[in-house]
């Protein structure tokens, strides 16, 4: 018999102080409504697909419209509809109180679906998600185990007979015990996403100003490298794990999007892999656009592969720039130089490469340092740039560093768009000073 599962991506999180004090002439720039497919929903649907799987991405469907109904109202409908027997939710730290509402929604409708929590902040800090809505929290890429608790809930067995799972009891969460045999996610065991759960909401992910939507797909998972802000090593315990070659072939040939992005943390880490990826998307005559995050360090040092790349499709590039000043980016354990930032940006503008760079602000940051920053950001302008706010993310190794200091334990924050450590300027006078700084730029485009 199959299970009903109902699998729901939260909406974005509303707080964005860097808009809400940026001068009017910038907010256009500030990115208000980034939507992208929910990859990891459709992974857990691809391990489920022998059930009925519903996926529903309320970032397409309340977030964009502003007539939609309160979030409530539209899961009470949603479960109402599919009368699911398992519910699950995926949460970043920015949306966990989303997640945490939608899982009480359908306690509250109904009370028997199994609700199920995972994602990024599941991961890294699943004793949040203790909370009575809460009946299993599954961390890490949980495709194995979220099909063994299906597989339990259709034959009606123990819930502790599923390993890897957490089970939220009256005197705590309680572990079942490690995955004796692991999948090997990436390798031989890669589940091919079915991008028709999202048909629905395929046009909200077109950005501002591009052609068509973009879908995104990852060709590895993880990073090598450990910068102190961010959670993505931390997430998978600092390893990296690069899909098959010919199973991302396979994907891309039977993806219906003319623009894909690579949804890695970081593209180029295996210079020989994306090299021959690229030869045989060339090989097969596969014709796309696409988006990568891309280190600076990485583009200096292998220019000719960055020229293969934009002869093949590669069209926009993320490139985390972080700081201009080799002293934040030694604290932020970066293993980049700030000179690379400048012979970066010469190799992807000479490719036709449009370029996202983002710096991150450190909350320290006095006028002088904006100044300086802004002369630096004009000096080196890009056709995108963003400028976010330096945020210890809860699991990473800065907000272990920083945590005795944070003055905003909102989690709703926790978006790199608000201040939640102590600003050394007045706090708004911090957030416009930011929001200046997204009108430096070289082109029109928003992204
Ligand atoms: C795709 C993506 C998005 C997409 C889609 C996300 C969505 N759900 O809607 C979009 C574009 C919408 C997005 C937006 C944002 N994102 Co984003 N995004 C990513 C990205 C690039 C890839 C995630 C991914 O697909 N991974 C691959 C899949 C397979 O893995 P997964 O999602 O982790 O899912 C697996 C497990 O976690 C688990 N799992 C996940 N969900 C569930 C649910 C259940 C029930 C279970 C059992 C298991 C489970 O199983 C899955 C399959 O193995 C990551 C960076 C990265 N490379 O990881 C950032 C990342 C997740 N994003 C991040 C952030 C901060 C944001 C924004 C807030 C950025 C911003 N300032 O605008 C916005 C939020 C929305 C907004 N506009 O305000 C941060 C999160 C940091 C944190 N600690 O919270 C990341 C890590 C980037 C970073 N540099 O730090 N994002
Ligand atoms: S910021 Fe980029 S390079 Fe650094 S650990 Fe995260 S994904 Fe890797």
């Given amino acids: 018999m199959a299970v009903k599962i109902l699998l729901i991506n939260p909406p974005r999180s509303p707080f964005n102080g860097i808009l809400e004090y940026a001068p009017k002439e910038a907010r256009h720039f500030i990115h208000k409504k980034l939507i992208g497919p929910p990859l990891g929903l459709l992974m857990?649907?691809?391990?489920?697909?022998?059930?009925?799987?519903?996926?529903?991405?309320?970032k397409g469907e309340y977030d964009l419209k502003t007539d939609a109904p309160p979030l409530s109202d539209l899961v009470a409908k949603l479960v109402e509809e599919t009368q699911p027997d398992i519910v699950g939710t995926t949460v970043i730290s920015s949306e966990f109180y989303y997640?945490?509402?939608?899982?009480?929604?359908?306690?509250?409708?109904?009370?028997?679906?199994?609700?199920?929590?995972?994602?990024?902040?599941?991961?890294?800090?699943?004793?949040?998600?203790a909370d009575e809505a809460v009946d299993v929290v599954i961390r890490g890429q949980a495709m194995q185990q979220f099909k063994h608790l299906a597989h339990?809930?259709?034959?009606?067995?123990?819930?502790?007979?599923?390993?890897?799972?957490?089970?939220n009891t009256s005197t705590g969460l309680k572990y079942t015990g490690d995955v004796k045999s692991p999948w090997d996610i990436a390798g031989k065991d890669f589940l091919m996403p079915d991008r028709k759960h999202l048909s629905r909401w395929k046009q909200t992910y077109k950005v501002p100003n591009a052609p068509s939507p973009t879908t995104y797909l990852f060709s590895s998972l993880g990073c090598p490298y450990n910068c102190t802000f961010c959670s993505i090593w931390k997430e998978f315990n600092g390893c990296f794990y690069q899909r098959q070659l010919e199973s991302i072939i396979e994907e891309l040939k039977n993806i219906d999007y003319d623009i894909v992005r690579f949804a890695d943390a970081n593209t180029i880490v295996d210079v020989n892999f994306i090299d021959k990826l690229f030869s045989r998307i060339a090989a097969e005559g596969i014709k796309k656009?696409?988006?990568?995050?891309?280190?600076?360090?990485?583009?200096?040092?292998?220019?000719?592969?960055?020229?293969?790349?934009?002869?093949?499709?590669?069209?926009?590039?993320?490139?985390?720039?972080?700081?201009?000043?080799?002293?934040?980016?030694?604290?932020?354990?970066?293993?980049?130089?700030?000179?690379?930032?400048?012979?970066?940006?010469?190799?992807?503008?000479?490719?036709?490469?449009?370029?996202?760079?983002?710096?991150?602000?450190?909350?320290?940051?006095?006028?002088?340092?904006?100044?300086?920053?802004?002369?630096?950001?004009?000096?080196?302008?890009?056709?995108?740039?963003?400028?976010?706010?330096?945020?210890?993310?809860?699991?990473?190794?800065?907000?272990?560093?920083?945590?005795k200091y944070i003055a905003d334990k909102d989690l709703s924050k926790y978006n790199f768009f608000n201040a939640v450590l102590p600003t050394k300027l007045p706090y708004e006078v911090f957030h416009r000073e930011v929001g200046k700084l997204w009108l430096i730029k070289k082109g029109k485009d928003v992204i």
Avoid: W
């Fill in 44 to 58: 857990l649907a691809a391990a489920t697909k022998e059930h009925d799987v519903t996926v529903f991405d309320t």
């Fill in 99 to 129: 997640g945490i509402d939608i899982l009480k929604t359908v306690k509250e409708v109904k009370p028997n679906s199994l609700t199920v929590i995972g994602g990024l902040h599941a991961t890294l800090c699943y004793e949040d998600c």
């Fill in 152 to 167: 339990a809930i259709d034959k009606k067995l123990p819930l502790h007979t599923v390993e890897g799972i957490y089970l």
């Fill in 289 to 403: 656009e696409y988006i990568m995050d891309i280190r600076a360090d990485t583009a200096v040092q292998h220019p000719k592969l960055i020229e293969k790349l934009a002869k093949s499709g590669l069209k926009v590039v993320i490139c985390g720039f972080e700081s201009y000043k080799d002293s934040e980016l030694s604290a932020y354990n970066k293993k980049s130089q700030s000179s690379f930032i400048e012979k970066a940006i010469q190799i992807f503008h000479d490719n036709g490469i449009m370029l996202r760079g983002n710096y991150v602000i450190p909350t320290s940051y006095s006028l002088e340092d904006f100044k300086a920053m802004a002369a630096y950001a004009a000096s080196h302008r890009v056709a995108y740039a963003g400028y976010t706010i330096l945020t210890p993310m809860p699991g990473t190794v800065l907000y272990e560093k920083e945590k």
